[in-house]
């Protein structure tokens, strides 16, 4: 199997910055697409950022400009700088991956989440 664990998260001023970093490990075959998913208190899973293997990203209207993220294919970690933080960016932040792991011989697809980290935003 493939775990993801996240690191970075915090509690932080409205305006400030914070980086959150997720690091694959385990069986791994390969690792794909990468990304950040958000979730806060009521609300839906959201897509904050995407990242795919060759680095093409995509990222959610509400934090363009404002986040960047990256990745380290040979630590197989994806990145998430947040920058100008608002208290609507408060939220349990999840990291994913999209890849293939190896048991017995054999590949599998898989779908992989991390724990989560939160962040938190005072105004």
């Known amino acids: 199997q493939v775990q993801l664990v996240e690191s970075g998260g915090g509690l932080v001023q409205a305006g400030g910055s914070l980086r959150v970093s997720c690091a694959a490990s385990g069986s791994i075959f390969s690792i794909n697409a990468m990304g950040w998913y958000r979730q806060a208190p009521g609300k839906q899973r959201e897509l904050v950022a995407g990242i795919t293997s060759s680095g093409s990203t995509n990222y959610a209207d509400s934090v363009k400009g404002r986040f960047t993220i990256s990745r380290d294919n040979a630590k197989n970690t994806v990145y998430l700088q947040m920058n100008s933080l608002k208290p609507e960016d408060t939220a349990v932040y999840y990291c994913?991956?999209?890849?293939?792991?190896?048991?017995?011989?054999?590949?599998?697809?898989?779908?992989?989440w991390g724990q989560g980290t939160q962040v938190t935003v005072s105004s």
């Open positions: 994913n991956a999209e890849g293939a792991h190896i048991s017995s011989g054999t590949y599998y697809l898989g779908n992989y």
